[in-house]
């Protein structure tokens, strides 16, 4: 994580500075947006692909960021049956558009590495429960 240089935009009225932590919200949600996206996965620090909720989206993510511009790492859970290509290449475009909307930074990089691939088992039918006839009148 890099620190964005104390000028990074000068106002009439004061300077705006955006923590690199509001980057890495922004790229982690918009990555689970992408369809075939199970997760996003804390792989950098430990390498074991764990499953993480919406607690915190900046799990996953590395941002480098300059003055003007920024690049973006993003380790992601992929769902089975997903075409990997297509969801890494949702994800990137997905990123860079909302960083570059939202920041006004220009995305350089958007690397997107898979660390895990989520089976889902099929879902539970509920069975109804069995009717109890009376044995008592």
């Given at each position: 994580?890099?620190?964005?240089?104390?000028?990074?935009?000068?106002?009439?009225?004061?300077?705006?500075?955006?923590?690199?932590?509001?980057?890495?919200?922004?790229?982690?949600?918009?990555?689970?947006?992408?369809?075939?996206?199970?997760?996003?996965?804390?792989?950098f620090a430990g390498g074991i692909a764990e499953l993480l909720g919406r607690k915190n989206m900046s799990k996953g993510v590395k941002v480098e960021v300059g003055q003007r511009e920024a690049a973006i790492d993003v380790s992601i859970v992929i769902?089975?049956?997903?075409?990997?290509?297509?969801?890494?290449?949702?994800?990137?475009?997905?990123?860079?558009?909302?960083?570059?909307?939202?920041?006004?930074?220009?995305?350089?990089?958007?690397?997107?590495?898979?660390?895990?691939?989520?089976?889902?088992?099929?879902?539970?039918?509920?069975?109804?429960?069995?009717?109890?006839?009376?044995?008592?009148?």
């Amino acid at each position: 994580m890099s620190i964005i240089a104390a000028d990074y935009e000068k106002t009439e009225m004061g300077a705006i500075q955006i923590a690199p932590e509001v980057i890495e919200i922004i790229a982690g949600m918009a990555a689970v947006e992408v369809p075939g996206v199970a997760g996003m996965s804390g792989g950098f620090a430990g390498g074991i692909a764990e499953l993480l909720g919406r607690k915190n989206m900046s799990k996953g993510v590395k941002v480098e960021v300059g003055q003007r511009e920024a690049a973006i790492d993003v380790s992601i859970v992929i769902e089975f049956g997903s075409r990997i290509p297509e969801v890494a290449s949702g994800v990137q475009q997905n990123v860079k558009n909302a960083i570059e909307s939202m920041t006004g930074l220009n995305v350089v990089q958007v690397n997107v590495h898979i660390h895990d691939v989520i089976f889902k088992g099929p879902e539970k039918i509920e069975e109804a429960e069995p009717v109890s006839q009376q044995r008592v009148k």
